[in-house]
């Protein structure tokens, strides 16, 4: 297949009120007029992350993200694999991310010389070139105080004066001679479960997705394997450049030599529906009677099998019939707010004691003459439970580390945490 000329023209940034903040260009200039078909279809949408990722132009391709409340949207003039050009606008965030702290308007617009730094060693001649942070921190040192001073004063820059010694290796996301006297590995185990339950309680359609995320401190080039319990149950697994995708293929295990610091090793997918017991359940009556101009809405909630763990951060979302026009109700936890508008009811609960129960009880206003609603309205819940894996994350993963054997190898195993803590001899 041969590769068009060029993958990326320009990049725009457009902020929450539609203007346009940033703008980068490879080689050719293109006008920010382009950008009016993006505005068009943004007013079209019913949300911000409604807007189409691929928008199609007379003479131009619009690809955009949304991240951070901030569109990264990259100007195409021929056909290239969409989600190529994603991945390497979320890498871009990513990067922002991770030398500024946070990827908001005002750290970029306060950093702005690293940034047009960043984007010309990320891309080159409109495609990616260094997109790893450790080859990109060793280009561009990240910003800080003393170093904005000196550079004010100096009139030197953030670019480093040596070439990456990872870039020509054959591990280029691992920078060369990496020295730690503590040596130790930590590897979190984060899931999230979309599930929908019936009035009954019993699970209709369940689905987990899960990442592991990765800090590795290690001496030298260590070369790790990881195994899973079943991975049969994984689906639609995405890995992190460094593991070796045929000895996955192969044996299923993940065999790496890992970048050095903070990392996604792989995100994956499980279709879990006779698998998972629903940590939480719901009771709730809501009625409305034919004729009135009342309805009654009661809500109770607990946990349920969450292992001793307790529900954080919970939030309960509900889109009421287009004619209940008010509410009036008494939560025992926590606060509610409806909008007569969209006709959204929303309480957030916060966390869950087990000893009391938080609950949500009162009326509703209905228009007179209202027809009463054909079926009760659906109940979204969002909650966290902290340390905990709905795929049993204690049984889920296998460590070995195949590099050096060290003096003391601890390795914890927790509900959505993974530990390693190593121990190197004296050299």
């Known amino acids: ?37 993006f505005f068009e279809a943004q007013e079209r949408a019913s949300e911000p992350e409604n807007v189409p990722p691929v928008i199609p132009t007379p003479h131009h391709y619009l690809i955009s993200v949304l991240r951070h409340r901030i569109y990264f949207v990259a ?31 005002a750290a970029i617009k306060d950093n702005v010389v690293v940034v047009y730094e960043l984007l010309e060693e990320m891309l080159d001649n409109g495609f990616p070139l260094a997109t790893e942070s450790n080859i990109l921190k060793e280009l561009i040192k990240p910003p800080t105080i003393l170093r904005t001073v000196v550079n004010t004063i100096t009139g030197s820059t953030n670019v480093g004066e040596q070439l990456p010694t990872g870039q020509l290796s054959v591990v280029p996301w691992r920078r060369t001679g990496v020295k730690y006297t503590n040596n130790e590995a930590y590897f979190d185990v984060v899931e999230e479960i979309d599930a929908i339950i019936d009035k009954s309680g019993s699970t209709i359609t369940a689905e987990i997705q899960g990442v592991i995320d990765a800090c590795v401190k290690l001496t030298g080039m260590p070369d790790l394997t990881l195994s899973f319990m079943n991975p049969r149950l994984l689906d639609d697994v995405s890995f992190h450049p460094c593991v070796r995708f045929k000895r996955w293929e192969a044996e299923r295990i993940l065999s790496f030599i890992p970048p050095d610091g903070n990392f996604r090793l792989l995100s994956y997918h499980v279709s879990c529906q006779n698998l998972v017991a629903i940590p939480v359940y ?102 966290k439970i902290q340390q905990s894996a709905l795929s049993d994350g204690d049984k889920i993963l296998y460590l070995y580390l195949l590099y050096r054997i060290p003096t003391e190898v601890c390795i914890c195993f927790q509900k959505g945490c993974v530990l390693l803590f190593l121990q190197w001899p004296n050299q």
């Open 282 to 383: 719901v009771k709730h009556n809501i009625t409305f009677r034919e004729g009135s101009s009342q309805g009654r809405f009661e809500l109770t909630l607990g946990p349920k099998q969450t292992m001793g763990k307790g529900l954080e951060a919970v939030l309960i979302s509900s889109q009421l019939p287009r004619g209940v026009l008010n509410t009036n109700l008494n939560p025992s936890q926590g606060t509610y707010n409806f909008d007569p508008v969209t006709k959204l009811l929303s309480w957030d609960v916060g966390k869950i004691n087990p000893q009391k129960l938080p609950s949500l009880k009162g009326s509703m206003s209905l228009q007179a003459g209202a027809s009463k609603p054909d079926e009760n309205p659906t109940i979204n819940i969002q909650f």
């Open 75 to 105: 100007v195409i003039q021929s056909e290239v694999p969409p989600l190529f050009v994603i991945e390497f606008l979320h890498r871009v965030v990513d990067t922002f991310q991770d030398y500024f702290g946070v990827c908001t308007e």
């Open 1 to 37: 297949m041969q590769l068009p000329a060029k993958m990326i023209h320009s990049l725009f940034l457009v902020n929450s009120s539609g203007d346009i903040f940033l703008e980068k260009h490879w080689k050719s200039v293109v006008s920010r007029s382009v950008c009016d078909y």
